[in-house]
Each structure stands twice: as C-alpha cells, then as structure tokens.
Nanobody, 128 residues
Framework: QIQLVETGGGLVQPGESLRLSCAAS????????IGWFRQAPGKEREGVSCISSSDAGTYYADSVKGRFTVSRDNAKNTVYLQINNLNSEDTAIYYC?????????????????????WGQGTQVTVSS
C-alpha cells in the first residue's frame, strides 16, 4: 500500500524554523519526484517545491525561494522540507505528494495535476 506521511508541523513564532518530513512506504522514493504543497484556509492548494529522483534537482515557487530547502534521504525513504524565517503567510497545511514521473514536471512551482499520491498533511501555524 502506497503511503506518504508528513510530520514536523507545529505552532511556531515568526522568524523561527521548521523541518517537515515526508516518509514513504509501499514504494521507493528514489524512483519518483516528490512535491511539497501547502493550503491555507480559504485558499487553493499551491505548490512550493519539488525534488527530482535521480540527480536530485530542486525547484521552488518564487514566493519561497531563499527560505525553503528540499532534500531527500533515499536510504530512509524520506524527503524533507526545511523552512526558515517563518512568517504568518506560511500558515497552512503542508502536503507531500508523489510525482507521476521521476523528474519534476516543471522547473518552478509544482502543479497538483502532476502528482498522484498524497499524504494527509501536517499543520504549520506561525503566530506570535
């Protein structure tokens, strides 16, 4: 059974950092691109980052460049999203998803149509 489980969210203050994890089971992450998305209350789900399988190419939405870093540990079958200098606009549920292809379909923000398996999400709340 293919599963993706996100962890690492929480309540943080502005300026702090978080590292989100996306643990996969039922398949090997090393063969697929993995995307990170977020959905804030009342807004559509938006792609924030993608990491390819083989060369581990990474891509980011313009809105998060410089603050978000995606990485993968194929031995642990896990992908990470490091978020620095959090602000209130980062408050959202964060999801990881498995891509249809081994490489990121777009060189910028990932699009939901290119992903077919999703985790349940982890809540990130930034508040003072």
């Amino acid at each position: 059974q293919i599963q993706l489980v996100e962890t690492g969210g929480g309540l943080v203050q502005p300026g702090e950092s978080l590292r989100l994890s996306c643990a996969a089971s039922g398949f090997s992450l090393s063969y697929f691109a993995i995307g990170w998305f977020r959905q804030a209350p009342g807004k559509e789900r938006e792609g924030v980052s993608c990491i390819s399988s083989s060369d581990a190419g990474t891509y980011y939405a313009d809105s998060v460049k410089g603050r978000f870093t995606v990485s993968r540990d194929n031995a642990k079958n896990t992908v990470y999203l490091q978020i620095n200098n959090l602000n209130s606009e980062d408050t959202a549920i964060y999801y990881c998803a498995r891509g249809l292809l081994p490489w990121c379909a777009t060189p910028t923000a990932p699009q939901t149509v290119d992903y077919n398996y999703w985790g349940q999400g982890t809540q990130v709340t930034v508040s003072s």
